[in-house]
């Protein structure tokens, strides 16, 4: 094989493996994470509270960097850029939607989903109707001049969006996007996010808790001992499968159920 990678690969981890320090001992979070995520592809990690699955997105982010292995994005290998690079690599290539990065309350929809555009100094006029062609996108449009305060949890997110999307990132990486949402809302805005990545060749990497937005994904990738497996959307399914809601014990892996 050549050396250069896969054009249609979008996201490529390489025996990740990232500790952190807790006074004197060392927690082993991620053991050997390998990971492949095409263009297009929707993908869905799931993994039980604790397992590692918002320190994986943090690294493919590039907000920060594993103990040892190689992270590409989009091609470029992440692990081996500088802080500058790495910043440039965040602004132009990678789309975060994470429950903590709230809108700003001062500015409105429009031009909260300008801000991203902002930093690559985007002409005023291309910003703006780039922003508001983003927020018809998510279907908020008729709301591009209100504050965060005046919009529902749904379109705060629509909005929260349409800003991640705002410099046409090569992926998107999302952190239980729909934790606080109800049910319909959040299944709206992973089928948009979904319809997003396919129409624009995005890949989508979600992690979520919800068996509903799992469904949707092209692949549900469970995240366990610090490493990922391949999860069958049945199997995630049966009360019997796989519960991730709760740690294993490493060396308890019961086979597969047997059904007639
Ligand atoms: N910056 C950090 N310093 C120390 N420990 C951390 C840090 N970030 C995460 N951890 C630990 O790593 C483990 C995995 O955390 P996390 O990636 O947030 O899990 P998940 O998102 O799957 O719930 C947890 O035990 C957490 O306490
Ligand atoms: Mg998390």
Redesign the pocket.
Known sequence: MANDIDNDIAVLCQDVHRD???GSRV?R?LRGTDLEVRKGEFVAIV??????????L?LIGGL?RPTSGKIFVDGIEITALDDEEMAEMRRNKIGILFQDQYLLPVFTALENVQVPMLLNEVRAKERERRAMELLKAVGVDHRAHHMPHELSGGMRSRVALARALANDPAILLC?EPTGDLDHKTGGEIIRLMRDLAKKHNRAVLV?THDPEVARMADRILL?RDGKLVEELVSRFFKPSGVDVTVARDPDSRSSAPTEG
């Open positions: 952190f320090q807790d927690i979070v993994g039980a509270s604790g397992s590692g699955k918002t320190t994986l943090n920060d952190d992690v995240l």
